[in-house]
């Protein structure tokens, strides 16, 4: 019986990051994440169950950074989608 396992590749949290050419600063207790289009409403709802946060959402090809894991935590997928809390925002 094949099982499906979940994506863990939720990226370690930097102090800051690049989303189209601006720096943004993040709440570190706060991870990155991304998501397919298929999968973003799922994705958020356990941001928000596990944060009590609601994340700020931007277009993955936005997000700078090549040591970024950009696939869908889901189903490992290229994400479109990334989940983020950046202070201030």
Request: proline fraction near 4%; charge should be negative.
């Amino acid at each position: 019986m094949e099982q499906k396992t979940r994506n863990t590749n939720e990226q370690p949290t930097a102090q800051t990051i690049r989303i189209a050419g601006t720096e943004v600063e993040l709440h570190p207790e706060h991870p990155v994440r991304f998501a397919c289009m298929e999968h973003v409403d799922q994705e958020i709802d356990e941001y928000v169950d596990q944060f009590e946060a609601a994340p700020d959402t931007y277009r993955a090809e936005d997000v700078e950074g090549g040591i970024l894991d950009k696939r869908c935590r889901v189903c490992g997928a290229e994400g479109k989608i990334a989940l983020l809390r950046g202070k201030g925002m």
